[in-house]
């Protein structure tokens, strides 16, 4: 049996128009901004126009740590909003927005996979709606304001030597990653160090996602701190008088994207910042719209549940007031053979112990999980080569740990096969079990709050910091600082900071190299590892291939 | 008598749905990719199903050489189209848009003005349909696959200090005019010094302006020269395979924007090369979809008629093969008077001996216009202040160099005060008289184009250029690039390469400084003086005070 690939079932989709769409949620058209027949910004006086309606419940999706199998997080969220509908209820779907640049390198992604995927994919993949556009220009701008601030003759005081914020560009471009600046004279300004990211790297990014409103925007982009002083005072982006062009760049880009999935239901899309260096999730904005407007909103968070469900919770819920009402747990049978000690090319075979062995990482997720107060369930994304034995394996694993494991077959049926994982996740969300709670408190010291994800989510024994490290932490704290969130920069592939220990490994230490401040998101980044802020491309990267056919459509992109 | 500004005119606009604009040139609104309620592109099925119509006369609206009084060039475009609709002819403008970058600068420019404008004012100086945006996408992932390809082992065996293709971002940022890249260590590439140009310099941008369609655009990419080798042999975009994935970047981009006058009537604005290093015009997509679809074309060229007309006419009619029907040069009582040696504080007053040796700047520019074989109207664009003493001595003097001059109040009345222009143009555009014929053949030697501008259009005595210039050009030729037009970049504020050499200056020399290959767009650029491709911000940049008001409008870009 031969499976059509995720471009020929999204070119095949029946689109509505987004006007259709954006009905089945109550939205007029003309509170729909178009951007062609298939996609749309919901306007801003809209989103004002529906603050006093009541919440839906908000179901977050999140996944074992990740192996080269694939675990179809993605496909979860879109497969679980369509099974939602299909039973009768009034769902929608909030996910991120693809970069632009990594697309060039490795093909792109889809949103979602098999018969559970978010359309149009090529523009998502693409421009979309401009907003990443729109946050490249934002940053852009305040680049220049800066380093033309100093040319002008530096009233501010700068330290050059001590200008924190870079440049970014949407592009694999390594030979950015470190420049010599204002060359060329006096007319070009004043030579120094500095380099690009990439724009998903941007705080402005991180705080387009967290903004509740355009006010909020405003107070946040005037909060980056944009460098230093020689005596280490702050310069804030309010000093440089940025923020309000800012946020008039920023503005369309505020508005959630709504498109719709294969089967028509609504789909919001909307911002994207890193999961390493940033919290890794959809737009506040999209989400508590959304829930204004659906009784049920399925949403995702970056990379596993050690990483992005916890910045979910302690980040995102903690700033926006959101509380997850079900918690769905993506895993497959594949990932837990891998877990299990399985190479990728073995993945064919039946291998209940491998199964079982592997389910140590899916356990710890678990708990981990209901430690936040929230009721967990696990999906197990559906693969058409696993056995009924191994999926057995998993569901007696999951009760054994006092949860429940449904097999949903969104891939390859759409709604049809995650009617039974719907039906369950409503069930839980309408009981009102959920009692949650972000695992610190915010008058907790920095370097406990740090102490506490390692040791409560990763099982870690020990964190460990240089004094330059925890004095920094110390200075923040003195600076007003210490109520800030820390948003946790390591390897996605494991608990441990090692990303080949996989499973469930204890004993372990997390190294903290750096600590840096987002003054306007409003966190702490505390980097374990290397962390890549500017991705290069391959030997071969995909642009090589990409092009139109005759039929005008795009190849090579996926 | 106290007059609105253009922003306020601009906001008091009753515009249609854009659905509706389009009906009035036939388009269906499926054929409309809507961008919002007021901005659409044009699709490309469209485009297509379109080509076998007759076409409708083209009018070209050029300007004397700009003073600081102003001459409303666009304006002028503006009212004519809407005076041609009034007078129940199908017309359609096509202009150039903005670019984002400058306006963070000095305030942003209005299409148009007064009561002759094209709306939505905001967004088309912000990020509009997008456009600029992709035209940076597709020049850095030229940028980035460039520098990949030197990193992964350069098998094309590039010169690493003769890659000649720049970076772009569409900010003013003075600090990225030179710069040291690819520094940092092994993974970051080999050092290099490079720059960034503003995203409207780019070639790209030109290639855009001047590609017929996909395909043509694909090749012209492919044909970019962006390095060379040590024995100084070219290497090309199409060496580095990334013209296909440029082009599905730019696919949205090339499909034409339709917006509308504030008095509903169908203006194109797309595309927008610099005027000095490019050729200046709105795109030949847009202008060549107009006149399938309307039966009047308004048009404007960049700059001066010596710069801006005479490249309309020598690079883009001859390679779109347009022809206009008319040319309406546009002039001002003041900007006569400016030309005659009165300064801007003193135009209040009448001065008619002023108007009249001022008028010698205006006088050339007819003869010029005149000797590509197409009939002149002047228009005269009315200022309250103009004296009816002033007025007549503009008209006189026209008449005595055998052509016409209209004064045309579009400005204070719209298409009331442009209805006797429109007549006049549409008369002369029917009458079938435009013998139009560029004014040097594509195998005249390159140098000797460069001489044929300077002596019939500049009224120069001779053009200078070091043994190293015309060397360079020979090699050109030898390459076969000899049958390209020649696109001059110099001042716009004389006839002559010194911007204080207001009216008819005589016995100069043209000095050539440096000439570069745009080998995609498809001309020689000839650099006559300081050409700066990377503007600068100023002091107290316009950013400082641009913001939302209370009422979510876009403050202090206007």
Redesign the interface.
């Known amino acids: 049996m031969s499976y059509k690939t995720d471009i020929e079932i999204a070119r095949e989709a029946n689109k509505l128009p987004i006007q259709e769409i954006g009905a089945k949620l109550g939205i007029d058209s003309?509170d729909l901004?178009?951007?062609?027949?298939d996609k749309a910004k919901v306007s801003?006086e809209y989103i004002n126009s529906v603050q006093g309606n009541e919440n839906g419940k908000l179901i977050l999706v999140t996944a074992i740590n990740p192996t080269p199998a694939g675990e179809g997080k993605t496909t979860t969220t879109v497969g679980l909003g369509d099974g939602l509908n299909r039973i009768g209820k009034k769902a929608a779907v909030c996910i991120r927005e693809a970069s632009?640049g990594p697309n060039?390198g490795m093909k792109g992604g889809a949103a979602g996979g098999g018969y559970a995927q978010v359309v149009p994919m090529e523009e998502m993949n693409?421009?979309f709606t401009?907003d990443f556009?729109?946050i490249?220009?934002a940053h852009?701008?305040l680049?220049?304001?800066i380093?033309?601030h100093i040319?002008?003759?530096n009233e501010l005081e700068i330290d050059v030597r001590r200008v924190a914020w870079r440049?970014v560009?949407?592009?694999?471009?390594?030979?950015?990653?470190?420049?010599?600046?204002?060359?060329?004279g006096v007319?070009?300004?004043f030579p120094r160090?500095t380099?690009f990211d990439i724009t998903v790297a941007s705080e402005v990014m991180a705080i387009l996602c967290l903004a509740t409103n355009?006010s909020d925007l405003?107070k946040r982009l005037g909060d980056i701190i944009v460098a230093y002083r020689r005596d280490r005072s702050p310069v804030f982006c309010r000093d440089i008088?940025?923020d309000?062009?800012m946020?008039?760049?920023l503005?369309?880009a505020m508005q959630p994207n709504l498109v719709q999935t294969l089967e028509n239901n609504p789909a919001f899309v909307h911002g994207g910042p890193f999961a390493n260096i940033a919290h890794g999730c959809n737009s506040v904005i999209a989400t508590t719209t959304a829930l204004k407007i659906a009784d049920y909103v399925v949403t995702e968070a970056g990379f596993g549940a050690d990483l992005g469900a916890e910045k979910f919770m302690n980040i995102k819920c903690r700033k926006a007031g959101l509380a997850p009402d079900c918690v769905v747990l993506v895993a497959t049978v594949r990932a837990m053979k891998m877990n299990g000690g399985v190479a990728k090319a073995d993945l064919g075979a039946e291998n209940v112990d491998a199964v079982n062995e592997g389910c140590a990482n899916l356990g710890r997720h678990i708990g981990n999980l209901k430690s936040f107060g929230v009721p967990v369930v696990v999906a197990i994304n559906h693969f058409v080569t696993d056995t009924d034995a191994e999926v057995q394996a998993v569901k007696d694993y999951v009760a054994s740990q006092g949860s429940e494991a449904i097999l949903s077959q969104h891939w390859e049926h759409g709604s049809k096969g995650s009617e039974a994982l719907a039906t369950r996740v409503a069930e839980i969300a309408d009981s009102g079990i959920s009692q949650f709670a972000p695992i610190y408190e915010d008058d907790m010291p920095l370097f406990e709050k740090v102490e506490t994800i390692a040791k409560r989510i990763y099982h870690a024994d020990e964190v460990i910091a240089d004094k330059k490290i925890r004095d920094q932490l110390k200075i923040w704290e003195e600076q007003g600082y210490g109520n800030l969130p820390v948003c946790m920069a390591k390897t996605q592939y494991s608990f441990s900071t090692d990303p080949t220990q996989r499973g469930a490994p204890v004993g372990h230490s997390v190294p903290v190299r750096e600590v840096r401040l987002s003054a306007g998101a409003g966190f702490i980044v505390v980097v374990c590892g290397d962390i890549m802020t500017m991705p290069?491309?391959p030997?071969n990267?995909?642009?090589?291939?990409?092009?139109?056919n005759d039929d005008?459509q795009?190849e090579?992109?996926f």
């Open positions: 003309k901004l178009p951007y062609g027949h801003q632009l060039f693409l421009h401009g556009h729109a490249t220009s852009s701008l680049s220049a304001m380093d033309n040319y002008w003759g440049r560009v949407d592009m694999n471009d390594r030979a950015l990653r470190q420049i010599t600046a204002s060359l060329g007319s070009n300004g160090e380099g355009l405003q008088q940025a309000g062009a946020t008039v760049l503005k369309d290069g491309l030997r990267p995909a642009a090589k291939t990409i092009q139109l005008g795009i090579g992109l």
